[in-house]
């Protein structure tokens, strides 16, 4: 009696902490912002929509992310599969390369939102900029 579970976990404060390898994520645009930032690499597992190709774009073309594979003629990732890939993130020599380039990332997207002088917050500022003069 009395115990509040509040319905979602404190994400950033987990992504945060130092033991954690890897983010077991859906990859919405959010999560995968929030792992980026926090130099965190990626199991994905989309679930709809835009997920599915930035799943794809995490693993394939940056380097942040690991896919579990279906087996073909099946409709779910096997417990092997599942295993397979989170002992890759706890011990595997792909764990090195992924954790690498979410550190790299993570550096590049401090510098991007350092103000002054960050190319995000720059574009952010422009923005502002023009839509005050149109008001």
């Known amino acids: 009696m009395g115990l509040v ?3 979602w976990a404190p994400q950033m404060a987990v ?15 959010n999560s995968t912002l929030e792992s980026v930032a926090n130099g965190v690499p990626m199991i994905a597992w989309p679930l709809y929509a835009e997920q599915r190709m930035n799943a794809t774009v995490l693993e394939e073309d940056i380097g942040v992310a690991v896919k579990p594979v279906v087996e073909a003629g099946k409709e779910v990732v096997t417990r092997d599969e599942i295993e397979r890939v989170v002992r890759m993130m706890i011990e595997g020599e792909e764990r090195k390369a992924l954790r690498c380039r979410a550190e790299e990332l993570k550096e590049s997207a401090a510098k991007a939102l350092s103000s002054p002088g960050g190319s995000s917050f720059e574009s952010l500022s422009r923005v502002v900029k023009e ?3 149109q008001v």
């Open 5 to 7: 579970v509040p319905s």
């Open 131 to 133: 839509w005050k003069a």
């Open 15 to 29: 992504l945060r902490h130092e033991a954690t390898g890897a983010f077991w994520s859906h990859c919405g645009w």
